[in-house]
């Protein structure tokens, strides 16, 4: 089983030291991309990524998800919204085993993960949860999200984006969840908004917020984590409902 690296003192993964490694400025780079490519040479997580074959440090996310809430098991079927570039896929097809499914999308075309079926489209298109559905072509025990909407620079809208698309993500998982099935989504610090909030509470035997050891500290992401879905289906109008708005 895939584990965290762990970071003490100046850095360490997987008991290998790492040393820190200072980037100097190129005359054409930024200096914003030269703090990202010096955080990224002295990230723990993307050396053990790379190590692990893992195709992005957000791999461990879910990882530490699943370490603490336990829904990733032998035998159970997933759909990854916000696939790309695999990583999280990966994670699911290997806990899941041969006998669980994984079906993963993003807007981003993206290398498929042996084991799991990989789409490129864009989720919130018509077509989209119909495509989905054919390739679970059955229930889902656990959908997890970790798509993001293209940020603005402006907190409260890009909260609202998010959330945005934790709503749809929602609605679509609680189509194709079966009872008991688990609900994973990315939001942002001020956790689910009260009406978002309590559709969740009304659906799941539990809903708790988690911020992964592997998110980095100054990311404002968390996760809200919904388990023990009840089995109550969205209104069959609800799409339309939601474009009118």
Same mark, same amino acid.
């Given at each position: 089983?895939?584990?965290?690296?762990?970071? /003490?003192?100046?850095?360490?993964?997987?008991?290998?030291?790492?040393?820190?490694? @200072?980037?100097?400025?190129?005359?054409?780079?930024?200096?914003?991309?030269?703090?990202?490519?010096?955080?990224?040479?002295?990230?723990?997580?993307?050396?053990?990524?790379?190590?692990? %074959?893992?195709?992005?440090?957000?791999?461990?996310?879910?990882?530490?998800? *699943?370490?603490?809430?336990?829904?990733?098991?032998?035998?159970?079927?997933? +759909? *990854?919204?916000?696939?790309?570039?695999?990583?999280?896929?990966?994670?699911? +097809?290997?806990?899941?085993?041969?006998?669980?499914?994984?079906? %993963?999308?993003?807007?981003?075309?993206?290398?498929?993960?042996? &084991?799991?079926?990989?789409?490129? %489209?864009?989720?919130?298109? *018509?077509?989209?949860? *119909?495509?989905?559905?054919?390739?679970?072509?059955?229930? @889902?025990?656990?959908?997890?999200?970790?798509?993001?909407?293209?940020?603005? %620079?402006?907190?409260? /809208?890009?909260?609202?984006?998010?959330?945005?698309?934790?709503?749809?993500?929602?609605?679509?998982?609680?189509?194709?969840?079966?009872?008991?099935?688990?609900?994973?989504?990315?939001?942002?610090?001020? &956790?689910?908004?009260?009406?978002?909030?309590?559709?969740?509470?009304?659906?799941?035997? /539990? +809903?708790?917020?988690?911020?992964?050891?592997?998110?980095?500290?100054?990311? @404002?992401?968390?996760?809200?984590?919904?388990?023990?879905?009840?089995?109550?289906?969205? @209104?069959?109008?609800?799409?339309?409902?939601?474009?009118?708005?």
């Amino acid at each position: 089983m895939s584990k965290s690296p762990t970071k /003490t003192g100046s850095g360490r993964g997987s008991g290998s030291r790492m040393m820190f490694e @200072a980037v100097k400025t190129a005359k054409k780079r930024k200096p914003s991309s030269t703090r990202w490519l010096q955080r990224q040479l002295n990230d723990p997580y993307v050396h053990e990524a790379r190590k692990l %074959g893992y195709r992005s440090r957000a791999a461990f996310k879910l990882i530490e998800l *699943d370490e603490r809430f336990h829904f990733l098991k032998k035998g159970v079927r997933v +759909v *990854d919204l916000g696939a790309a570039p695999g990583g999280w896929t990966q994670i699911a +097809v290997d806990r899941v085993g041969p006998k669980g499914k994984v079906v %993963g999308m993003d807007i981003l075309e993206y290398d498929p993960v042996p &084991g799991a079926i990989c789409m490129q %489209g864009d989720f919130l298109a *018509d077509d989209s949860p *119909d495509r989905l559905k054919e390739a679970l072509d059955g229930l @889902a025990d656990v959908v997890v999200s970790d798509m993001a909407a293209p940020t603005t %620079g402006h907190p409260a /809208t890009d909260h609202l984006r998010i959330i945005g698309l934790v709503e749809v993500a929602l609605h679509f998982a609680m189509e194709v969840l079966a009872p008991g099935g688990v609900f994973v989504a990315k939001v942002f610090q001020g &956790g689910t908004e009260k009406g978002l909030l309590d559709l969740l509470k009304k659906n799941f035997e /539990t +809903v708790r917020h988690a911020k992964p050891p592997a998110s980095r500290k100054e990311s @404002a992401e968390t996760y809200v984590v919904a388990a023990g879905f009840k089995g109550e289906r969205p @209104a069959a109008h609800w799409r339309d409902e939601r474009e009118a708005e």
